[in-house]
């Protein structure tokens, strides 16, 4: 791969990130307030900082999964959840980094990074109906 070559692969990498932040970043803005945020992140390095020539690195990408607090009261409710962050893990993983495949890591560390908070809102919405 000659440097050109490497030079526009890191500028497809930045494209296709900010192409899929702004895609979800629209449909999160529609669909409300109950939300979970899914944060995907593959470290690359995509240039040098020309003043320091240290390396840039790291894409990150966020998707917002919209849920309904209703369905959240009944164990289905929360396994439909748990699969849409499944889902939206992969789509933030692919995002940030579209022409390399994933060795596990960046999908199981992006649904963790929803865990405390789906356990949040479940925790709200069975309380919700409970008292």
């Known amino acids: 791969m000659t440097t050109s070559t490497k030079i526009l692969s890191g500028?497809?990498?930045a494209a296709f990130a900010a192409m899929a932040i702004a895609a979800f970043s629209v449909s999160a803005h529609a669909a409300g307030l109950n939300q979970i945020t899914v944060q995907g992140s593959t470290v690359q390095t995509v240039g040098r900082d020309a003043a320091t020539g240290a390396p840039i690195q790291e894409t990150?990408?966020?998707v917002a999964v919209s849920y309904d607090p209703a369905t959240l009261t009944t164990d289905s409710g929360v396994k439909l959840l748990k699969a849409k962050v499944v889902d939206a893990a992969r789509?933030?993983?692919?995002s940030a980094d579209?022409?390399?495949d994933d060795d596990g890591t960046c999908?199981?560390?992006?649904?963790g990074s929803a865990q405390d908070q789906i356990a949040r809102v479940v925790t709200q919405a069975r309380s919700n109906t409970n008292g």
Request: net charge neutral; charged share 20%; with cysteine.
């Open 107 to 111: 999908l199981r560390e992006a649904v």
């Open 11 to 13: 500028g497809l990498h």
């Open 60 to 62: 990150t990408v966020k």
């Open 91 to 94: 789509q933030a993983c692919d």
């Open 98 to 100: 579209p022409l390399t």
